[in-house]
Structure formats: C-alpha cells, structure tokens
C-alpha cells in the first residue's frame, strides 16, 4: 500500500520525464492487482498504456516506427494476435513486454527489437547461476540477445525485488531509450 505523499511523488517524478513524442507503458503482473491505481498514475503523468495494442510515431516526416505492448502473461493478459493484427512487416516494430518468453509467441517478421523486464536480473547471482527462478524467463535472464537471427531481446534488470530486497550481481537499473533516425 502506498499513502498519498508516495504516490504523488512517483506520479510528479514520472510526469517530469520530457518525451516530446510521448511516454508510453505496459502492465506487470502485480500491477493487474492494483490497476485502478496503476492507471491513476500514469494517466496523471501523461503516460499511455500499450496493452494489446500500438502506436505509429512520427516526427517531422513520412517515416515512422511502430511501438507495440503486450499485456502481462502471468494472469493469460496478453493477446498477441490482437496486437500484431494490423501490424506490417515492412514497417519498423519496437516490442515492448514485462515477460521475456513473450518473444517466443511473437511473430518473428513483424519484431525488429524486443524490450522486457520481469527477471530482475536474477536477483541474486552466483557462479553463473541464480537463485531467483523466475516465471516466464527461460531464455535469458538480463542483457541483449539475438534472436533466431531475427531481432535483438534487451532485458532489464528493472529495480525490483521479489522476497527479500538483497540483489547480489544484479544491478538495479532504469533503461532510457531514445530513438533516432539513421
């Protein structure tokens, strides 16, 4: 539970994000348990939520790229076929998903780079291990990957905990992404 004073600093601190092409974000599982709150948030902050859904953005021309969401697996949120329902192959497509395995249901001609979370990082790393078996992870748990000589998976360690809030070799981080043309 959140008292006001925390929410209406992570709601300021998320509204202060310059993004001139907008702020967009998906759904974790725990967030489903408190949507109504969630939502409160990021509407407040001016962010939209990308749940089984995209948008096409532009800037200044003809080109644009599309930025896809699909809603959190745990709980059976997602709807691939949904999202990618009037989604080109041809265009640019940044995928966006709080489970990693999400990419294994994606179709591979319409991903051109693929963004998750989830893992934590493993949470707590030890000899190339973890101890943190994490739900929905089984490619990877952190860092770029390719994928089937497709598209590229970047995962973030976000800055959660589950259990304990002890993380060991798994650093905590805030990813920022800003897209250029080239």
């Given at each position: 539970s959140y008292d006001q004073d925390q929410i209406d600093e992570l709601t300021n601190?998320?509204?202060?994000?310059?993004?001139?092409?907008?702020k967009f974000a998906i759904y974790g599982e725990y967030d489903h348990q408190q949507i109504d709150l969630v939502n409160n948030?990021?509407?407040?902050?001016?962010?939209?939520?990308?749940?089984?859904?995209?948008?096409?953005?532009?800037n200044k021309g003809s080109?644009?790229?599309?930025?896809a969401g699909i809603d959190c697996?745990?709980?059976?949120y997602d709807n691939v076929d949904l999202t990618f329902s009037n989604?080109?192959?041809?265009?640019?497509?940044?995928?966006?998903?709080?489970?990693?395995?999400?990419?294994?249901k994606l179709p591979e001609d319409k991903c051109d780079y693929f963004i998750a979370g989830h893992t934590h990082g493993g949470q707590i790393n030890y000899f190339l291990n973890t101890t943190y078996k994490v739900e929905d992870a089984t490619l990877a748990i952190s860092g770029?990957?390719?994928?089937n000589n497709s598209y590229i998976m970047d995962?973030?360690?976000?800055?959660?905990?589950?259990?304990?809030?002890?993380?060991?070799?798994?650093y905590p981080e805030v990813v920022m992404y800003t897209l250029k043309t080239v």
């Open positions: 601190a998320l509204a202060s994000l310059n993004a001139p092409l907008g948030i990021l509407y407040n902050a001016d962010f939209e939520v990308l749940a089984n859904s995209y948008i096409r953005l532009r080109q644009s790229i599309i930025i697996t745990i709980g059976n989604i080109s192959s041809t265009s640019y497509n940044l995928i966006l998903a709080h489970t990693v395995d999400t990419c294994l770029k990957h390719q994928i995962i973030s360690n976000g800055v959660g905990s589950i259990g304990s809030s002890t993380r060991f070799l798994a």
